[in-house]
């Protein structure tokens, strides 16, 4: 908390995956390098692996100068997200995360990973309108400069990111 509270309002990207989410190592580094080309400041929440390893220690970019955020292994996701300089969240899109962060008013960046999460993603994108949802490569990754896009509309950087708060 006493890192967000020095940033500006409306600048922080949040990152988390939930409790039960694991992600792959490659859809990890397309975050990491989009957040690095990206330039805004993040707080990315990264659980252990199920064997106790570092996930956050498979990160190419992670001790890279430019990248400006931070990476814990937990953290209180309400306070987080009622904190004013929160500016979108980038989540799966389980039911909890969407629903809180529907509660404080924080755009949605939707990358949905399975079960019940992409049919969240789409009532955000398409019916409630807070936040957008990542386009997945021909290949099945998303890739770095779909999270860049999709990261600057829910920071209001375009007028349909405007809309989305």
């Not at 988390?16 to 805004?40: P, V």
Request: charged content about 25%.
């Amino acid at each position: 908390m006493d890192w967000l509270n020095l940033k500006d309002k409306g600048s922080v990207i949040y990152i988390a995956f939930g409790s039960y989410s694991e992600i792959s190592s490659q859809l990890m580094e397309e975050i990491g390098q989009g957040l690095l080309k990206c330039g805004r400041p993040f707080l990315w929440v990264i659980r252990e692996g199920k064997d106790g390893d570092k996930m956050e220690d498979k990160l190419s970019c992670k001790d890279e100068p430019e990248m400006q955020g931070k990476i814990v292994s937990c953290c209180s996701q309400v306070e987080v997200l009622k904190h004013p300089s929160v500016g979108c969240f980038l989540t799966p899109c389980g039911w909890n995360s969407a629903l809180e962060s529907i509660a404080f008013g924080v755009p949605i960046v939707a990358c949905p990973l399975w079960n019940d999460q992409v049919c969240n993603a789409k009532f955000i994108q398409d019916i409630w309108k807070n936040g957008v949802r990542l386009n997945v490569s021909e290949g099945g990754v998303v890739e770095r400069y779909e999270f860049i896009r999709c990261i600057e509309i829910a920071m209001g950087g375009s007028k349909e990111g405007k809309e989305l708060r």
